[in-house]
């Protein structure tokens, strides 16, 4: 793998320990020669993940919309929502294209803890694996369990017979930063 795409939020109301993981996370990506694809933002834990990739030298290319001025959030706390001085940046369309060409972009995706637009980007990217558009990993990080009610959903979903195992199987639970670096550098 070369290029891997993360989706995470970009709030900057979360709690600062998720900054911190996404920091160290594009820190990581960075050491370990990997090409950080994001969605562009400095708000939240986007800035961080750039910022961590940055600081230990890896190549961070960020996929922002046209346009775009960030969430009511980020718009009235007065803070830029283009990250700057990446190694490249794109401008696209709007999000559905933005989705698609970090998609086109990576070998594999990185789900951080995020809201309504991280999951977006992880059921798009999903879905896409499973009508056969490819088959590149999906790796969720769990952190204390943030995504544990996604699980028992995948689980329900396959239960109920709406979905094959092998398809809950394409979207693997990380518990650690360590344990997603490893299947990146597969």
């Known amino acids: 793998m070369k290029n891997i795409a993360v989706f995470l939020g970009s709030a900057p109301s979360c709690h600062e320990i998720y900054r911190g993981l996404a920091y160290e996370l594009g820190h990581r990506l960075a050491q370990a020669g990997l090409t950080l694809v994001y969605g562009g ?15 230990a030298g890896g190549r961070v290319i960020g996929v922002f919309p046209k346009g775009f001025q960030g969430t009511k959030e980020v718009r ?32 594999a995706c990185i789900v951080m803890p995020g809201s309504f637009g991280t999951m977006d980007e992880l059921f798009t990217y999903a879905c896409n694996r499973a009508i056969d558009k490819h088959t590149k990993p999906i790796l969720v990080f769990n952190f204390e369990g943030y995504y544990d009610p996604l699980k028992q959903l995948l689980s329900n979903m396959q239960e109920a ?26």
């Open 161 to 186: 017979g709406f979905m094959k195992p092998v398809m809950a199987g394409a979207v693997t639970f990380c518990d650690t930063l360590e344990e997603i670096i490893g299947r990146c550098q597969k």
């Open 41 to 55: 933002a400095a708000v939240g834990t986007m800035g961080a993940l750039a910022e961590g990739a940055a600081s």
């Open 76 to 107: 009235e706390s007065g803070l830029e929502v283009v990250q700057h001085g990446l190694s490249e940046f794109i401008e696209t369309e709007d999000f559905a294209s933005r989705k698609q060409l970090m998609e086109d972009m990576s070998d």
